[in-house]
């Protein structure tokens, strides 16, 4: 059935999702309810839905700011998202500080926020940092080492100096303020933060905005599913 079949077969009154006549289109069903049309019942294939948003500065990645009515990053994306994409429960794959701004992607899926915050993915993830303070090759040669944090050693990063207060730092892995904290620990505390990509992914939208992945973004660009 086409999507075009699908909205007829729904404003027909055609679709009762679990004893109830639904004339929404985009209504959601969530998994284990039973859909049927005309009668007969449908098997639903679960979709991953991944979006990747530009999240601005000032803003938390949680559904509420702790600090009262502010604006969240989910707030920002809930009240741009078309009909088709707002009846999802939508998750924040890892999280960015308030003040860091970049790529930050959010799913239905949990089965996609393990496989990419998962530290055994390896999925890169690459920051611009501009920091206080020159950068040197020298400075910068820990963290392509391997350096020792407070919760435990970090894994060797890439680091690259980009000019004397701009460097790109490249983790597989995701830990509280980690950048932050391995270029503080090297003397060079970071005054802005900004994550450019994800896997193979880069930020292309502009900020505040979001934009859905395809398919084959998220097998090619995050290895989603995994092999
Ligand atoms: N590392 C940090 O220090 N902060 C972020 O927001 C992301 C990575």
């Known amino acids: ?22 004339r929404q ?35 938390v990645t949680a559904p509420e700011d702790g600090h009262g009515k ?13 009909p088709e994409l707002s009846g999802f429960g939508w998750h924040a794959v890892g999280r960015l ?37 020159g950068a040197t090759e020298e ?7 391997g350096m020792q944090l407070d919760d435990g050693p970090a894994r060797p990063a890439k680091a690259e100096l980009l000019d004397g207060t701009h460097v790109s730092v490249t983790l597989t892995e995701g830990r509280f303020h980690q ?10 505390p ?3 933060l900004h994550r450019a990509s994800v896997g193979g992914l880069e930020l292309d939208v502009p ?4 934009r859905e992945l395809g398919r084959d973004e998220l097998r090619t660009l995050l290895g989603f599913p995994p092999a």
């Open 1 to 22: 059935m086409t999507l075009a079949e699908a909205e007829d077969a729904i404003r027909a009154g055609r679709v009762k999702v679990s004893g109830r006549l639904v």
């Open 25 to 59: 289109p985009f209504a959601v069903v969530q998994p284990g309810e039973d859909l049927r049309v005309d009668g007969h019942k449908v098997l639903l294939r679960r979709e991953t839905r991944v979006l990747a948003f530009h999240k601005p500065a000032g803003v």
């Open 70 to 82: 502010g604006d969240t990053a989910f707030t920002l994306l809930s009240a741009q998202l078309p």
């Open 97 to 133: 500080d308030r003040n860091t701004t970049g790529l930050l992607l959010f799913t239905n899926d949990e089965r996609f926020v393990a496989h990419a915050t998962s530290p055994s993915t390896h999925l890169p993830r690459r920051y611009v940092a501009q920091v206080q303070g």
């Open 139 to 145: 400075k910068l040669q820990p963290l392509r080492e």
């Open 179 to 188: 950048v932050k904290r391995m270029l503080g620990a090297v003397g060079l």
């Open 190 to 192: 970071v005054r802005r």
């Open 207 to 210: 900020e505040g905005a979001f």
